[in-house]
């Protein structure tokens, strides 16, 4: 497949989850915060829901963006944790056709320096299904800010060595990784 050499940014089409059985539109600061930071990168917010945490409801919403050639990418907030209700991990994973193991790695390593070692109960994780990009983060708005900055280059068709684009756009983004 021939690539471009000086691909340029490509808007994605990317769906807001926020897993939270409290949080309402108006309280729902860390979906505020993504939708903010991915309209200040160019992206479009196609879809923003808020899903109580329950294993077959995330699955019912997630599945049906997975399903939608429309959304490139999802970024998910809450659930993550090791509380009884917190199950986005096992609800998500199963879907993914591939873990992005370093998402989660990175995400630890960044976070250790704010929080110490109490990032150890973070459970962030990401994966592609169906050419979709899914990245599951903590639900602290600081948690967010820290996971965009490992996100945000990787949703980016000019980021090099290597980004997400490529699998998740094809040829459309005119580029690889």
């Given at each position: 497949m021939a690539?471009?050499?000086n691909p340029t940014f490509e808007p994605l089409n990317v769906a807001v989850l926020t897993v939270s059985d409290s949080r309402t539109e108006k309280t729902d600061?860390?979906?505020?915060?993504?939708?903010?930071?991915?309209?200040a990168a160019g992206h479009v917010v196609a879809d923003k829901q808020i899903v109580i945490d329950d294993i077959y409801l995330l699955r019912a919403q997630v599945s049906a963006w997975i399903a939608s050639a429309s959304i490139h990418a999802i970024l998910v907030t809450g659930g993550t944790g090791f509380t009884k209700r917190d199950s986005t991990p096992e609800a998500l994973s199963v879907l993914f056709d591939k873990q992005?193991?370093?998402?989660?790695?990175?995400?630890?390593?960044?976070?250790?320096?704010?929080?110490?070692?109490?990032?150890?109960?973070?459970?962030?994780?990401?994966?592609?299904?169906?050419?979709?990009?899914?990245?599951?983060?903590?639900?602290?708005?600081?948690?967010?800010?820290?996971?965009?900055?490992?996100?945000?280059?990787?949703?980016?068709?000019?980021?090099?060595?290597?980004?997400?684009?490529g699998q998740i756009m094809g040829a459309l983004a005119g580029s690889s990784s």
């Open positions: 690539t471009n050499a600061t860390s979906g505020h915060y993504f939708d903010k930071a991915l309209t992005i193991e370093g998402f989660g790695e990175l995400f630890r390593a960044k976070s250790f320096a704010e929080i110490g070692s109490s990032t150890i109960q973070s459970r962030a994780l990401a994966g592609i299904a169906n050419k979709t990009v899914i990245f599951c983060c903590p639900g602290s708005t600081g948690a967010c800010k820290t996971a965009w900055g490992i996100i945000q280059p990787q949703l980016d068709a000019s980021h090099r060595p290597c980004n997400f684009v």
